[in-house]
């Protein structure tokens, strides 16, 4: 496809239980960045990886948030024991380089019950 | 580190001009602003990138001043269907000299009939 394309669009999983979301970014965008938003909230930067450098990991809000991007294309982003508060849309977006012209996916809406 | 400032919301009629201004002190010297709008269950889409004075394209203009410490986006003869939620996005520097795309929190326009 010509997008972004994030898998699942929805996931409801039990608390405690570990989740893995995907993202497809657009064919030979070197940028991926993961972001987290909340009902009628902001987007929450979760991680960035530009092509072979090590990713900025600075916005994971703990050690059970973690991502990974292979091959320099998908990416997975993993949440271990999931809490209720882990409940939001995870955004994923890619671009040629930081702060070039970013396309999202539609979003991976995780509930935690 | 940087701060992206913008109005919460805003509320116009159809056909009226828009400006949505948004101050970014400590914006990095060689850094895009940029302009994202985003529709419910959606993710954000790009609107326009500028540097500095102005850029315009199909869909809005970008006012940029002399010391780019703040930007209005201008979105001409606004129809129902652009409410919305309208960021900005800036690039900076953090205290470790890492740079950082930095989200503002959103301006929810409504357009009335």
């Known amino acids: 496809g010509a997008g972004v394309s994030q898998s699942p669009s929805n996931k409801v999983t039990e608390k405690g239980k570990d989740v893995e979301l995907r993202c497809d970014p657009i064919s030979g965008h070197t940028a991926l960045y993961w972001y987290r938003q909340s009902l009628g909230q902001g987007l929450e930067f979760l991680i960035y990886f530009q092509g072979n450098s090590a990713p900025d990991k600075s916005g994971l809000p703990s050690d059970r948030f973690s991502a990974e991007r292979t091959g320099g294309s998908v990416s997975t982003l993993t949440i271990q024991r999931t809490q209720q508060e882990d409940s939001a849309v995870y955004l994923c977006?890619?671009?040629?380089?930081?702060?070039?012209?970013?396309?999202f996916g539609q979003g991976t809406r995780l509930t935690v019950v | 580190l940087a701060k992206t400032t913008q109005p919460i919301s805003m509320d116009s009629y159809e056909g009226q001009e828009v400006n949505i201004t948004c101050s970014h002190n400590?914006?990095?010297?060689?850094?895009?602003i940029t302009w994202y709008q985003q529709f419910p269950s959606q993710g954000p889409r790009f609107i326009i990138q500028?540097?500095?004075?102005?850029v315009t394209n199909e869909v809005a203009s970008l006012f940029i001043p002399a010391d780019r410490k703040s930007s209005t986006l201008s979105l001409p003869r606004v129809s129902l269907s652009d409410t919305a939620v309208y960021y900005c996005l800036v690039g900076a520097f953090d205290a470790g000299n890492n740079r950082k795309l930095i989200w503002g929190l959103g301006t929810s326009l409504a357009v009335n009939p």
């Open positions: 400590n914006i990095a010297t060689n850094d895009y």
């Open positions: 500028g540097y500095k004075t102005k």
């Open positions: 977006a890619s671009s040629f380089r930081m702060n070039t012209e970013a396309f």
